[in-house]
């Protein structure tokens, strides 16, 4: 798939899907795979970027990405950065540190999430609950505060 296959499959798997924010999902793989882009990410980071939450929120399963026209590292990526449930953060920043290419893809993600304008659109305790966690997925990828 190229990317302009991967972004219409991103879309329309998220069709109908809203943010915490209400706004649609689609704006937020946008925001990711641009941040991927400027970070200096090649095909196969941005393809997963499109890719990040399809598996994840079950809007595509892991046979469609098994059997998927994408790279083996792109699979890997977005296996990578799915959440997996009762999974430990800890679990989590470790299985993405070890994936060549996924922390780019990760960082871009918590980048557009923490973002300070879409956080002002959510009550606070909401906003509070979110920052915080963002902030620790940071620390244990070891980011520093401003990417």
């Not at 990410?41 to 997963?48: L, M, P, V």
């Not at 299985?95 to 557009?112: F, Q, S, W």
Request: overall charge negative; proline content about 4%.
């Amino acid at each position: 798939m190229d990317l302009a296959e991967v972004e219409a499959t991103a879309r329309a798997a998220h069709a109908g899907q809203t943010d915490k924010a209400g706004r649609p999902y689609a704006e937020h793989l946008r925001a990711v795979a641009d941040g991927v882009r400027l970070r200096g990410g090649d095909d196969e980071q941005i393809a997963a970027a499109w890719l990040h939450d399809a598996v994840e929120d079950d809007r595509l399963s892991h046979a469609w990405l098994e059997e998927a026209a994408l790279t083996r590292r792109t699979k890997d990526i977005v296996l990578a950065v799915t959440k997996r449930p009762g999974e430990p953060p800890e679990d989590y920043a470790a299985r993405v540190l070890a994936t060549p290419g996924a922390l780019l893809v990760k960082e871009a993600d918590l980048a557009h999430n923490a973002d300070p304008a879409r956080l002002a659109v959510l009550d606070d305790a909401t906003r509070t609950r979110l920052t915080a966690k963002y902030a620790r997925m940071r620390a244990l990828l070891g980011l520093d505060a401003g990417s």
